[in-house]
């Protein structure tokens, strides 16, 4: 059990080296990337995220006759609301992480930020399909353009986001 490497929520701090003054000093791998390159891969995945936002937002605030009762359109369409603000989540800790990233917010913003794109696309391809089987069985078609016209939109900008490779601008190095 002592040779074992730890893992776990916290495993990250074995990384933080105590030095003489009495601070801790991060010793882990850390991961490059070029200046320009990662400021216009942030922006444009910021702006995808300014518009994801609205497209996920919206259908909650227009009436949408099947987001009142109907639970498979409602259950889908929190699901992509919660994934499109855990992107943003994501994206937040990408930017704000800085240029080196460490290791431990690589690991919890870059590599998980295409993944996340995916939930979001599924999102709202289940809240569209939720949409169509609500029309189907016979329910009104007040406000369905809108939220229909937000799916699209959701479903562009995360194929989108996950099309521009967030991880591959990252080259890994050595700290300490």
Not at 58 to 87: E, M, Q
Not at 100 to 117: E, F, G, N
Not at 126 to 140: H, I, K, P, Q, Y
């Amino acid at each position: 059990m002592a040779g074992q490497e730890w893992r776990g929520r916290n495993s990250y701090l074995r990384d933080f080296k105590k030095a003489p003054d009495g601070s801790y000093v991060y010793t882990g791998e850390v991961w490059h990337a070029d200046n320009t390159v990662r400021r216009r891969l942030l922006l444009k995945l910021w702006v995808l995220q300014a518009v994801m936002l609205p497209a996920a937002v919206l259908p909650g605030f227009v009436t949408t006759a099947g987001l009142l009762n109907s639970f498979y359109v409602i259950l889908p369409y929190v699901f992509w609301v919660i994934s499109v603000f855990y992107l943003a989540y994501t994206l937040g800790n990408m930017t704000f992480g800085g240029n080196p990233l460490r290791d431990y917010i690589y690991k919890k913003s870059v590599l998980r930020y295409k993944p996340c794109a995916a939930a979001a696309f599924v999102g709202a391809a289940l809240t569209a399909f939720g949409m169509l089987v609500f029309l189907v069985r016979g329910g009104t078609g007040e406000g369905v353009a809108v939220c229909f016209a937000c799916c699209a939109v959701q479903a562009v900008m995360s194929f989108l986001a996950g099309r521009f490779g967030a991880a591959g601008i990252w080259s890994r190095e050595k700290n300490g």
